[in-house]
């Protein structure tokens, strides 16, 4: 059973270009979560996701930010017009349905360089 | 809001020697609380959790941590390190969701860097 899949590893942007990235969860597994670590820091949480519907999105950024977890395919973290400010390590972490907390399975991140 | 503090942010112990992380959080409620691992560039991997029950968790590599409610505690001990236990951990905290969804946020400390020397 593979593991949590993100891509890119590395992603380097200019400054007002976009990036997204991307992230296949576990078989099985249809809760993801995007969480963002600055240097230095741990990691916070962006948004909670289930197929087709944002859950929590209490820590994305109120502008240029999006995600999305369609029915098919990866669940996708957009972000517009990039800024150096949004370099960071990006993380998915995914987890099966249940109505008890479930512990979440990280993938290796996307380091995005915004120059 | 539930937060965790790891209030050393660098440890460094010899090989062979005991190790013990502190981890204090705050939440309303019976928490379930994490230990991950971080290696340089990768990841985070999972040493253990606490749901409910006994209050002494066995992770893997050894690792072993200690609820204690009323010290709003949760540190990570192992008896004896070994050089390839040099990461960032991280301690965390979830709540349960009053919904038919079930499964929450993770709210996660800073850090604690450990470096072993020889």
């Known amino acids: 059973n593979a593991g949590v899949m993100q891509n890119p590893r590395h992603l380097v942007r200019r400054r007002g270009q976009e990036a997204r990235l991307r992230c296949s969860p576990m078989k099985g597994h249809s809760h993801v979560y995007w969480y963002r670590q600055l240097p230095e820091e741990g990691l916070k949480f962006m948004v909670y996701l289930q197929k087709e519907n944002i859950i929590d999105e209490s820590g994305m950024p109120k502008e240029r930010f999006s995600a999305e977890f369609p029915k098919e395919g990866p669940s996708i973290l957009r972000i517009q017009q990039v800024v150096r400010g949004d370099s960071a390590a990006y993380f998915c972490?995914?987890?099966?349905?249940?109505?008890?907390?479930?512990?979440?399975?990280f993938g290796p991140g996307t380091r995005l360089t915004v120059l | 809001a539930q937060s965790v503090t790891q209030p050393d942010i660098h440890i460094t112990v010899s090989e062979g020697a005991s190790l013990e992380l502190r981890c204090n959080y705050s939440y309303g409620a019976t928490p379930y609380l994490f230990w991950y691992v971080q290696s340089p560039g990768q990841g985070l991997q999972l040493l253990l959790k606490y749901f409910s029950g006994d209050t002494l968790v066995q992770g893997i590599k050894g690792f072993e941590a200690e609820f204690k409610r009323s010290q709003s505690s949760f540190n990570l001990r192992k008896p004896s390190v070994h050089w390839s236990d040099a990461a960032e951990y991280f301690c965390a905290v979830g709540a349960r969701r009053i919904s038919n969804f079930g499964n929450e946020k993770l709210t996660f400390g800073t850090g604690t860097r450990l470096t072993i020397i020889p």
């Open positions: 972490a995914s987890s099966p349905p249940g109505t008890i907390v479930n512990e979440q399975f």
